[in-house]
Protein backbone atom coordinates (compact mmCIF):
# COMPACT_ATOMS: atom_id res chain seq x y z
CA UNK A 1 0.00 0.00 0.00
CA UNK A 2 1.30 3.47 -0.95
CA UNK A 3 2.37 5.67 1.79
CA UNK A 4 0.20 8.77 1.95
CA UNK A 5 1.27 11.80 3.92
CA UNK A 6 -2.06 13.07 3.10
CA UNK A 7 -4.73 14.41 5.99
CA UNK A 8 -7.83 13.71 3.71
CA UNK A 9 -8.76 10.05 2.87
CA UNK A 10 -8.77 9.71 -1.16
CA UNK A 11 -12.00 7.80 -1.62
CA UNK A 12 -13.11 4.80 -4.26
CA UNK A 13 -16.69 3.82 -4.83
CA UNK A 14 -17.10 0.51 -5.59
CA UNK A 15 -20.11 -0.49 -8.19
CA UNK A 16 -23.07 -0.27 -6.30
CA UNK A 17 -22.32 3.18 -5.08
CA UNK A 18 -24.03 6.20 -7.34
CA UNK A 19 -20.73 7.27 -9.67
CA UNK A 20 -22.09 10.90 -9.06
CA UNK A 21 -20.90 10.49 -5.99
CA UNK A 22 -17.28 10.55 -6.68
CA UNK A 23 -17.90 13.66 -9.13
CA UNK A 24 -19.61 15.62 -5.90
CA UNK A 25 -16.58 14.75 -3.74
CA UNK A 26 -14.11 16.33 -6.36
CA UNK A 27 -16.37 19.28 -6.87
CA UNK A 28 -15.49 19.92 -2.76
CA UNK A 29 -11.62 19.41 -3.14
CA UNK A 30 -11.73 16.24 -2.18
CA UNK A 31 -9.96 13.28 -3.90
CA UNK A 32 -12.44 10.61 -5.44
CA UNK A 33 -12.60 7.66 -8.14
CA UNK A 34 -15.88 5.27 -8.73
CA UNK A 35 -15.53 2.13 -10.13
CA UNK A 36 -17.73 3.30 -12.97
CA UNK A 37 -15.08 5.86 -14.08
CA UNK A 38 -12.27 3.61 -13.36
CA UNK A 39 -13.76 0.62 -15.79
CA UNK A 40 -13.58 -1.59 -12.44
CA UNK A 41 -17.55 -2.45 -13.01
CA UNK A 42 -16.84 -6.51 -13.24
CA UNK A 43 -14.29 -6.95 -10.38
CA UNK A 44 -14.63 -9.23 -7.10
CA UNK A 45 -15.47 -7.37 -3.89
CA UNK A 46 -11.44 -8.67 -2.96
CA UNK A 47 -10.62 -7.36 -6.69
CA UNK A 48 -12.67 -4.01 -5.92
CA UNK A 49 -10.55 -3.80 -2.09
CA UNK A 50 -7.26 -4.82 -4.17
CA UNK A 51 -8.01 -2.07 -6.66
CA UNK A 52 -8.88 0.72 -3.65
CA UNK A 53 -5.42 -0.22 -1.92
CA UNK A 54 -3.19 -0.13 -4.63
CA UNK A 55 -4.47 3.46 -5.14
CA UNK A 56 -4.08 4.27 -1.68
CA UNK A 57 -7.71 4.67 -1.59
CA UNK A 58 -10.28 4.02 1.23
CA UNK A 59 -13.80 2.28 -0.32
CA UNK A 60 -17.12 3.26 0.00
CA UNK A 61 -19.44 0.18 -0.42
CA UNK A 62 -23.23 -0.63 0.07
CA UNK A 63 -22.43 -3.88 0.45
CA UNK A 64 -22.18 -4.94 4.21
CA UNK A 65 -22.58 -8.61 4.57
CA UNK A 66 -19.71 -9.47 1.90
CA UNK A 67 -17.29 -6.23 3.06
CA UNK A 68 -17.08 -7.14 6.33
CA UNK A 69 -16.46 -10.89 6.74
CA UNK A 70 -13.63 -9.74 3.90
CA UNK A 71 -11.84 -6.73 6.24
CA UNK A 72 -11.75 -9.48 8.67
CA UNK A 73 -10.51 -12.12 6.88
CA UNK A 74 -7.22 -9.68 5.25
CA UNK A 75 -6.56 -8.39 9.17
CA UNK A 76 -6.55 -12.02 10.07
CA UNK A 77 -4.33 -12.55 7.16
CA UNK A 78 -1.68 -9.58 8.61
CA UNK A 79 -2.94 -7.57 4.99
CA UNK A 80 -3.48 -3.70 5.04
CA UNK A 81 -5.76 -1.33 3.45
CA UNK A 82 -6.52 1.96 3.40
CA UNK A 83 -10.11 1.20 5.00
CA UNK A 84 -13.63 0.39 4.29
CA UNK A 85 -16.82 2.73 4.75
CA UNK A 86 -19.82 1.14 4.52
CA UNK A 87 -23.42 2.86 4.43
CA UNK A 88 -26.61 1.24 3.63
CA UNK A 89 -28.83 2.86 0.71
CA UNK A 90 -29.80 6.60 1.49
CA UNK A 91 -30.80 9.24 -0.19
CA UNK A 92 -28.35 10.58 -2.33
CA UNK A 93 -28.28 13.80 -0.63
CA UNK A 94 -27.84 12.17 2.87
CA UNK A 95 -25.03 9.75 1.35
CA UNK A 96 -23.09 12.47 0.14
CA UNK A 97 -23.85 14.60 3.96
CA UNK A 98 -22.79 11.90 5.71
CA UNK A 99 -19.00 10.73 3.27
CA UNK A 100 -18.17 15.04 3.79
CA UNK A 101 -18.67 14.23 7.66
CA UNK A 102 -16.61 11.78 7.37
CA UNK A 103 -13.60 13.20 5.05
CA UNK A 104 -13.77 16.10 7.48
CA UNK A 105 -13.10 14.20 10.73
CA UNK A 106 -11.22 11.27 9.90
CA UNK A 107 -7.82 11.22 8.78
CA UNK A 108 -5.77 8.93 6.38
CA UNK A 109 -4.34 7.42 9.37
CA UNK A 110 -7.33 6.75 11.52
CA UNK A 111 -9.11 5.30 8.48
CA UNK A 112 -6.41 2.67 7.61
CA UNK A 113 -7.26 -0.87 8.13
CA UNK A 114 -10.54 -0.14 9.90
CA UNK A 115 -14.20 -0.59 9.05
CA UNK A 116 -16.27 2.46 9.67
CA UNK A 117 -20.37 2.85 9.02
CA UNK A 118 -21.52 6.50 7.58
CA UNK A 119 -24.15 5.74 10.00
CA UNK A 120 -21.63 7.17 12.49
CA UNK A 121 -22.18 10.36 10.67
CA UNK A 122 -25.43 11.17 10.24
CA UNK A 123 -26.31 14.53 11.59
CA UNK A 124 -27.73 14.30 15.32
CA UNK A 125 -30.51 16.16 16.24
CA UNK A 126 -31.17 17.48 19.62
Known amino acids: MPDNDDLFVALYTDEDVNPKLATK ?3 RDYDAR ?7 LELSDDEQLKYAIAQGRAILTHN ?4 EPLHRKWLAEGKEHAGIIVSTRIEFGELLRRILRLL ?11 IRY ?3 FAERRK
Open 104 to 114: NHITVDEMRNT
Open 64 to 67: TKDF
Open 34 to 40: SAHEEGN
Open 25 to 27: IRG
Open 118 to 120: LSD
